[in-house]
């Protein structure tokens, strides 16, 4: 999938299914399973290096798991997510950052903030590199929210975001991620808005879903947000496999015949 093929899914009024992706195996399985758009998240601060949060990320770590999505990929977007303090410091900083997530071999990039980061996309919009907003709960000011929450719930703070989403637009940004916010407030961004918006824990008004793929095949239980809903329980079948194999090894059942050479 391409960028005007993203925008054709809201002016057709189709759905767009997002799913995070850090390696070449699961890149695989999930272009086999059809989902045409992976984000290299900087959420693999947790599910991969089991950090506490995404600040401790950086642009090595996530160019290197960008190139092992990029170079897996046949057919599906790949948004390369930019860490902390990676488009933070100046528009320059940012440029030059994005521009290697591209180098990488992702499409596009995504970065935190409403009207705070407006320069530095139309900065990097403007050398050509296409750019996901991401505004709501956004991970990487977790300290300065005090903790996972919900925003927009009070009337300044819907307000405030619907501000940040019209000034994204008008930046230049090709899809808005919506994070943690109520439903009706996802709806109203959703119908203002002439890009896609993506939504995660915002309710099913958005044009678009994204889930962390650990999350949604139930592989990560260290923290389960309300908003996720595990498809598969992979970890509980982890487990029982491995019990079964060290089992089997111990009982002297493992290997058998049919697993050794003559
Ligand atoms: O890092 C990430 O995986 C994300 C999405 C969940 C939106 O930012």
New binding site residues.
């Given amino acids: 999938m391409n960028i005007p093929e993203f925008q054709q899914y809201k002016n057709s009024g189709k759905k767009l299914t997002v799913v ?1 992706a850090y390696d070449a195996l699961f890149t695989q399985i999930v272009e086999q399973a059809g989902l045409e758009v992976i ?1 290299v ?4 601060g947790m599910v991969v290096q089991g950090h506490a949060n ?1 600040l401790s990320v950086t642009m090595d770590d996530m160019l290197y798991h960008t190139r092992l999505v990029a170079r897996t990929a046949r057919q599906a977007l790949v948004i390369g ?1 930019m860490p902390f303090m990676s488009y933070q410091v100046s528009v320059e900083e940012g440029i030059r950052h994005a521009g290697q997530f591209l180098q990488a071999g992702a499409a596009a990039v ?1 970065i935190e903030g409403g009207r705070s980061v407006v320069d530095r996309v139309e900065a990097m919009t403007r050398f050509g590199i296409p750019v996901m907003g ?1 505004v709501g709960m956004t ?1 990487q000011s977790v300290n300065q929210f005090g903790g996972y929450k919900v925003k927009g719930k009070m009337p300044e703070e819907a307000q405030s975001l619907v501000e940040d989403v019209k000034a994204l637009e008008q930046a230049g940004v090709f899809a808005v ?1 919506l ?1 943690c916010i109520p439903a009706l407030l996802a709806k109203q961004v959703t119908d203002l808005l002439t890009v896609p918006t993506i939504g ?1 824990g915002a309710g099913p008004h958005c044009d678009g879903q ?3 793929l650990y999350d949604l095949l139930g592989l990560y239980d260290d923290f389960v947000p309300k908003f996720v809903k595990p498809y598969g329980h992979l970890k509980a079948d982890a487990l029982q496999a491995l019990q079964r194999y060290r089992e089997e090894v111990e009982r002297g059942k493992f290997p058998t015949d049919h697993e050794s050479y003559h």
């Fill in positions: 995070t984000l998240g900087d959420s693999l995404t997510d995504k991401h991970p991620v994070e995660i994204v889930l962390v």
